[in-house]
């Protein structure tokens, strides 16, 4: 399913910061919602970003089956922060062989293995939308209870220290909270 | 950039033969044209099937390498035959973790080294379009001169015989000439 991020006037989600990281930003808004793209076609907003749930791109069997057994899923009612973090890679990453960004993306980055220390306080649920000619190449959407804030923000900080990260050129982190 | 394949009165290309290989197949149509997506959407026909020319998902770069030491691209005049092969692998395939279908793809059904078998008389351009929404996960398209067909036919025997092959739950050929 085609999922729209739809920042605008209205939303379950109140947008408390638009940061950008690498690279533009996105415009302010008040509020956000996720919807299905399809419904989204004829809602007004001040930006829309598109993704889809699509298969698995890197993690093992092995590490499919660790993550499942300790995730949780989103919607989580004591999950009232989200942060909704798009993603644009350079044109260098998307050029390497599968073997080379999956060595890159664990073997060096332990990009899942960082992830794992922070579940299950830390949901996560990534979006493609590379293939949709989109601005961005992911949509990552995070969600936390407020007292684990601080354990998300480690987290970001480890990620984005990793060499993967070298080949993030356009990335903003949108802030959320619902009461 | 978004290809469309526009099935029609007009085209390119003349369209000899559409077989249903598995599942439901397509609608005959006289032509086939191959066009930027954007202008698509103005043009009338009979089927159309959008794909993205994306990233690499499971060749080595050593692998990228030696494809990239004796393919040929397409459109070289003495290749007046192509065929168009929509397909779609099951749930079950999409399922399976990045190392499952690496494993399936190549060390079990040696896709990569049987389309080498077939190079440089052979030329292969892969579109995806599952991340599109479309009836197909991918739209493979061959380009060969006319005494290449039989090895074409071959080659084609060989991928389907595959354990790949037991995950394609649909499966479209569409041969096509030009003068």
């Known amino acids: 399913m085609r999922t729209a991020m739809l920042a605008g006037g209205t939303g379950e989600w109140e947008i408390t910061a638009v940061r950008p990281v690498a690279g533009p930003g996105l415009d ?3 509020r ?8 989204a076609d ?3 907003g001040a930006w829309r970003l598109d993704g889809i749930a699509s298969n698995i791109r890197y993690a093992t069997a092995r590490e499919a089956a660790d993550l499942r057994a300790v995730q949780e899923g989103l919607g989580r009612p004591a999950a009232r922060r989200a942060v909704l973090i798009p993603i644009a890679k350079s044109p260098q990453w998307w050029a390497l062989a599968q073997d080379e960004r999956r060595h890159i ?5 332990h990009h899942t293995a960082i992830g794992m220390d922070y579940l299950p306080a830390v949901a996560r649920k990534l979006y493609h939308c590379r293939d949709l000619g989109q601005p961005f190449d992911f949509l990552t959407w995070f969600e936390f209870a407020p007292e684990h804030e601080s354990a998300f923000d480690a987290l970001l900080l480890r990620l984005r220290a990793t060499r993967e990260w070298t080949y993030v050129e356009r990335e903003v982190e949108v802030r959320l909270s619902r009461p």
């Open 32 to 39: 956000l919602r996720v919807v299905d793209a399809a419904l």
């Open 28 to 30: 302010a808004a008040a």
């Open 105 to 109: 993306f664990e073997e060096t980055s």
């Open 42 to 44: 004829h809602m007004a």
